[in-house]
């Protein structure tokens, strides 16, 4: 495999693809909890079953419609101090209406955020870092936001490539993409899954240590006999 060029180039779309994908993109988040509840479980699941004790600020990026806070279970405190951030300003929306207590920013994680260095204990990516064209950047950003000393970084990605999750799109996103906008599905995932399972630990290993890792919905370390993957990662120290 060629070593990845950061940031990757993701060809423009039409205004028309433009409003199909965020479309999608919410549709597909409403759908996933009523329709792949088991898969889901272990989405969410993960982070709050290796949640640090004791943490009091979490930060989860590509936060969607919010379903994921549908899991936790969360102090008066800690619900204040949950910042949860999505790029797109419709899911963000949704979230805010959801869910008040919490704060919804609309960012971008590959860019610097307005909170100091260490500020949050928790951070969380579920099915984030398989999108992001200059992930470099987003795992540096999450390096410098995570507490050097407790702080935790809880990673679930897609087993992208992989051959049972091929079949399993299929079956699922594809299926329901294809019937709602009656045009092939390859021009939207092309650009939103651009990041395989090799690349992303290559990333993350350069700014965080790896101590716990899951794979669903088998137990053996194989991309191709898996749909995901759960990573709960700690900051290295910084270099003197």
Known sequence: MNPAVWP????????????????????????????????????HGYSVAHAPVGFSRTLEIGAGL????????LTPD??????ALDLRPNMAEKLKERFPRVRTLVAD???????????????????????????????????????IKRGVLS?????????AYGLARRISAQRYFEKRYKQPYRWFIEREHINR?????????????CVQKSWFPLRVPSVSLNLCIGLTLRPRPLAV
């Open 8 to 43: 990757k180039v993701i060809p423009p779309l039409t205004p028309d693809q433009e409003a199909i994908s965020n479309d999608f993109m919410r549709y597909w988040h409403e759908i996933l909890p009523k329709r792949y509840g088991v898969l889901e479980s272990f989405n």
């Open 66 to 73: 919010g379903t994921h806070l549908e899991y936790e279970h």
């Open 78 to 83: 800690q619900e204040r101090e949950y910042v």
């Open 109 to 147: 994680c590959q860019e610097r955020l307005d909170y100091e260095d260490g500020h949050f204990d928790r951070i969380l990516a579920i099915h984030v870092l398989e999108h992001l064209p200059n992930l470099p950047a987003a795992v540096r950003e999450l390096r410098r936001l995570c507490d």
């Open 155 to 163: 990673v679930v990605i897609p087993c992208e490539g992989g051959l």
């Open 197 to 209: 399972p090799a690349e992303i630990f290559e990333e993350l290993n350069r700014e965080f240590v």
